[in-house]
């Protein structure tokens, strides 16, 4: 069974910066690429950066490009997303995902 735990997120004033950590498991982490996907109030699912299995390459939104940096820990089995400069606008619940499975979710709130 798919487990993506999704952890770091909070409440920070418009400028500021967090870094969101997903612990998975229960498949071969190294051999996929993981997404990150953001939920605002209101408003769909937005897709917001992603990793290749090897780390190598990565894709941001436009939205974000610039300020969020993904990264991932093939030996700890962790995908993270630095934010920084953040926005109003990148209030959210944050999710990790992979195939078709998210995990929990952690809520991110900018405002001052």
């Known amino acids: 069974e798919v487990q993506l735990a999704e952890s770091g997120g909070g409440m920070v004033q418009p400028g500021g910066s967090l870094r969101l950590s997903c612990v998975a498991s229960?498949?071969?982490?190294?051999?996929?690429?993981m997404s990150w996907v953001r939920q605002a109030p209101g408003k769909g699912p937005e897709w917001v950066s992603a990793?290749?299995?090897?780390?190598?390459?990565?894709y941001y939104a436009d939205s974000v490009k610039g300020r969020f940096t993904i990264s991932r820990d093939n030996a700890k089995n962790t995908v993270y997303l630095q934010m920084n400069n953040l926005t109003p606008e990148d209030t959210a619940v944050y999710y990790c995902?992979?195939?078709?499975?998210w995990g929990q979710g952690t809520q991110v709130t900018v405002s001052s």
């Open positions: 995902y992979v195939g078709n499975s």
């Open positions: 229960g498949f071969p982490f190294t051999l996929f690429g």
């Open positions: 990793i290749n299995m090897g780390g190598d390459m990565t």
